[in-house]
Every structure is written in C-alpha cells, then in structure tokens.
C-alpha cells in the first residue's frame, strides 16, 4: 500500500487502560520520540501538577523536585528521549519556563528575565533548544532559549 492509499486512514486508538487516566481533568499531551514516554498536566491531586507516564512499563516515573507547593506545572514538553520536559510553572507567582532534567532531577528556569507572561514551551529533541511564547512586547511573540549542550 503507497501513501496514496492511505488518505483518509484513521488508525485505531491504541487503549492504555486504566493505567494513567484519572477522573481529574487530564490535559496538555506530550509524547517522546520513541512513544514510550506521555507527559501531561493533571488537577488529580488538588492542584495542576505533572504527571510523567512509562507507557512501555505502564507505571508512573517519579519527578522529584518538579512538582512545587502552591503554584501549577503544566503544558509539558518531552525532549526525544524523555530526559528532559520543558514546562510552564507559576512558583514565582507567574508562568515561567522552566526545564527539568530526569537525570539530575532538578528544574532550570528559563524565563527569569522575561517580564511578559510566558506559555506553550516546546523543546528540541535534544533538549538543547526551548522555544516559548511571551508577551513581553505587548503581543505574543516567539523566543528561542538555547541551553547550550545538554
């Protein structure tokens, strides 16, 4: 079959389970590269927190030192691999980008000299390269944190 044939296919949902979903309102998707990994933003426990899931595993991977108290960590974005989620937080009392690293387990915030509000992080395969939205200058525009080698 040539990709021709396959306009219009819709391949079937791939059914995980009960496993990660939850009766809390489970948002924002970010799959690696490989598909093993899916992170999302959840309010499952009260408050918008990320969840990180091994999908070949099924099971839950432990973020330590990601999740804070009282603010929100949402709108997730793997890096190829999974190390590494970019993600929007609110610790410092606005939404900022920051980035965490599974190996070290430790956030880096990105946004520290930003003054406009900051959403929508995606980062590179790598995880080298984080671009986000900010409307510093008045209107939404596009930034480009480059984190040097990861």
């Known amino acids: 079959m040539g ?3 396959l306009q219009g296919f819709v391949p079937p949902p791939v059914n995980q389970g009960a496993g990660f979903n939850s009766t809390a309102a489970d948002e924002a998707p970010s799959l690696s590269a490989d598909g093993r990994y899916l992170a999302f933003g959840s309010d499952r426990q009260g408050q ?3 969840y990180l899931y091994d999908l070949q595993e099924r099971r839950f991977v432990d973020l330590p030192n990601l999740n804070r108290p009282n603010s929100s960590q949402e709108q997730p974005s793997l890096s190829a691999n999974g190390r590494f989620i970019a993600y929007i937080s609110t610790e410092r009392g606005r939404p900022d980008v920051f980035v965490y690293d599974r190996q070290t387990q430790r956030p880096q915030l990105l946004s520290q000299a930003v003054r ?3 959403r929508h992080p995606s980062i590179s395969g790598d995880g080298r390269y984080v671009a986000y939205q900010t ?6 525009n596009i ?5 040097g080698s990861p």
């Open 135 to 140: 409307s510093e200058r008045g209107q939404w």
């Open 116 to 118: 406009g509000i900051c």
């Open 48 to 50: 918008r927190n990320l």
């Open 3 to 5: 990709c021709q044939d």
């Open 143 to 147: 930034e480009i944190y480059d984190r």
